[in-house]
């Protein structure tokens, strides 16, 4: 089972490239463009996992909708071009989880809904492909049902690597979200750990190679 995000965007062009991303990431995804368009989306989307909301729709705008997401439990991050800090301390103060402003970067957007899903409590326990199954609660990696040994580092590659699939990823980002900010080591870690992934969940064809960047995990 995947998490699935509603996005309720009125521009239809960032809508598609949202979902169009978040698919790509392993994510299902359902899509309004108006408040009113919202609300019967709740109704007929009740496992939704997260509402990734616009702020100014045509309709109801975004604030006014915080009351049919709370009612829900549905955790909120705002995506909007409202930059000021009124805005902001409203929206939060209204509930949402988060608040990005546009434009922002894709793959920090996918580190705040992964995050956002994890302190909720809707993280799916499970990443899996092909043959490879991550159970996230028992911190076990197996293939076609048999355990593989891996080591820390090579457990947490794999995750983030399976949290952000068909997305390309560097290797000083690698870095940064696997080691943290204080390691002093080379890039040249990175090429080497994910050579084991390789070899021992034989993912030769799935983890691909980005040159000059990093490294890709492809379904």
Known sequence: MK?????????????????????????????????????????????????????????????????????????????????????????LKLGAEDYMVKPFEMLELLVRIEK???????????????DVKVDLEKH?????GVAVNLKPMEYDLLVLLLQNRNIALGREEILRRVWGTEFLGE???????????RKKLELYEEIRTIPKLGYRLED
């Open 116 to 130: 956002v899903l994890e302190r909720t409590g809707r993280a799916k326990k499970i990443l899996e492909i092909r």
């Open 140 to 144: 076990q990696v197996t293939k076609k």
């Open 3 to 91: 998490n699935k995000i509603l996005v309720i965007e009125d521009d239809r062009a960032i809508s598609e490239l949202l979902c169009m991303n978040l698919n790509a990431a392993g994510y299902e995804t359902a899509a309004a463009y108006d408040g009113e368009e919202a609300r019967r989306l709740l109704l007929w989307h009740e496992d939704a996992d997260l509402a990734l909301v616009d702020i100014m729709l045509p309709g109801k705008d975004g604030f006014s909708l915080m009351d049919d997401f709370n009612e829900k439990n549905l955790p909120v991050i705002y995506l909007t071009a409202k930059d000021d800090v009124a805005s902001k301390v409203k929206g």
């Open 187 to 197: 890039s040249r870690t990175v090429d080497v750990h994910v050579g084991q992934l």
